[in-house]
């Protein structure tokens, strides 16, 4: 069985453009978001790797983790889950 076969690609788009927009409407108020340490091994060390749909990811110089920080609430991303329509899409 191919993924296309259980996931045509027309919804698939149809999920990431939901998805994107959804990003736009609950993560936009960047002056929210937390800065955490690595969630492995908690350093503070490391540094911007690069940027995803305006999310900064970075690599800790310890143990190798990618992660996002600064990144959203807890309770931005629960509203997100609830919420959000490509949430609801996808279910």
Not at 35 to 62: L, N, V
Not at 70 to 88: G, L, N, V
Request: charged letters at 30%.
């Amino acid at each position: 069985m191919k993924e296309f076969e259980i996931r045509p690609r027309e919804l698939f788009d149809a999920y990431l453009e939901l998805s994107r927009r959804d990003g736009e409407i609950f993560f936009s108020d960047v002056d929210r978001f937390v800065a955490i340490p690595c969630p492995a091994c908690q350093s503070e060390r490391g540094g911007e790797a690069f940027r995803k749909h305006g999310f900064p990811y970075r690599q800790c110089e310890t143990c190798g983790t990618l992660y996002v920080s600064p990144r959203p609430t807890a309770e931005m991303i629960d509203r997100f889950y609830r919420e959000s329509a490509s949430s609801k899409f996808w279910a």
